[in-house]
């Protein structure tokens, strides 16, 4: 083993050491994903709180790592190849919830449907849009999620985040410059700690119904029974992707085990053996078939980490 193994591997110990959370070598991001596909993360932290993320941010630095931050793995396309440097899971030890009133602070690795499940207890909601919709709050607020032009944007007060030099800071709702499927979150290397939403008073049996209803659409439209990470592209401005998609005769394609849903276009599901280099294939045929029959460029919503540089996808001119 060279002095340099050997000086790196020292300091990965003194991480291990250093924090409550896990600290991974070569950590497969297949179990992490909600596609159930993605090669290794070099060094993968799960940190316990938010003195273990702050020790993790500071070893990152001082060790020169690039840092790519994970929550439920929803949203993303992680290469086979993997992701070098360090993957940071913010996970379910991050789940605090405090309410007051019809304000909630809540931490970044509480899921989206427990924040909703806790608020119907209290006879709190005004994301109904929100029923059935995965991942956690950080990455659910930092993409803006939503449904229906619907959006959790409307109901975020504010946030704290830590960059990844580890300030500290808050950002108002005005600040986080919310937009369709996007925040500056996205942008500024930002980790969210927790946010406040503003909720409203509804009638318990009021919330309850609502809530079958949006889960019975999504069951019904939604290929919930197989791997897969969301819609793949964003909506464009006139019309919504899964129709254009459908329209270009794109429902059904399959590349290996990596196949578009038969039930909604804008879904791409994972059969079984699917990998990384599939999925993205598949993307970048439907993204051609619809620009052949549409004149239309499909923009990616779901993210890429990692190195996908033999697959060209379509981008439009900014």
């Keep these: 083993m060279s002095l340099k193994n050997q000086k790196f591997n020292k300091s990965i110990e003194v991480l291990t050491k250093s924090i409550r959370g896990e600290v991974l070598l070569d950590e497969l991001m297949s179990r992490h994903t909600s596609f159930k ?14 003195d273990d993320l702050m020790t993790t941010l500071r070893w990152a630095k001082n060790n020169k790592m690039p840092i790519f931050v994970v929550g439920n ?3 993303i396309i992680v290469s086979d190849s993997g992701i070098e440097g360090v993957v940071i899971k913010i996970s379910d030890t991050f789940s605090n919830m405090i309410f007051d009133r019809n304000d909630v602070l809540v931490q970044a690795g509480v899921s989206l449907q427990k924040l909703l499940e806790e608020g119907m207890r209290r006879n709190l909601c005004g994301m109904e849009f929100a029923w059935g919709i995965p991942g956690a709050i950080g990455g659910s607020i930092a993409m803006n999620a939503g449904s229906n032009s619907r959006f959790l944007s409307t109901r975020v007060k504010y946030v704290n985040v830590v960059d990844y030099n580890g300030s500290i800071f808050k950002l108002n709702h005005d ?12 942008d500024e290397n930002l980790i969210l700690l927790d946010a406040l939403f503003e909720l409203e008073s509804k009638d318990f049996k009021e919330i309850e119904k609502e809530r079958e209803t949006s889960i019975i659409i999504r069951r019904e439209k939604q290929p919930i029974n197989y ?29 290996g085990d990596a196949q578009i849903s038969e039930l909604h276009a804008n879904f791409i599901i994972n059969l079984g053996n699917a990998t990384a280099h599939d999925i993205v294939s598949l993307i970048r045929d439907a993204q051609a078939r619809v620009y052949k029959v549409k004149d239309l460029i499909l923009e990616l919503e779901i993210k890429l980490a990692g190195n996908f540089r033999d697959i060209r996808l379509m981008e439009k001119k900014k």
């Excluded at 060094?43 to 316990?48: E, G, L, R």
């Design 227 to 255: 791997p897969c990470a969301g819609s793949v592209f964003k909506n464009p401005p006139t019309t919504y992707a899964g129709r254009v998609l459908d329209e270009a005769g794109c429902k059904g394609l399959r590349i």
């Design 73 to 75: 793995g929803t949203n």
């Design 175 to 186: 600040e986080l410059r919310f937009d369709y499927r996007y925040s500056r979150i996205q």
């Design 37 to 50: 596909i993605g090669g290794p993360a070099e060094i993968f932290v799960k940190p316990y709180d938010t």
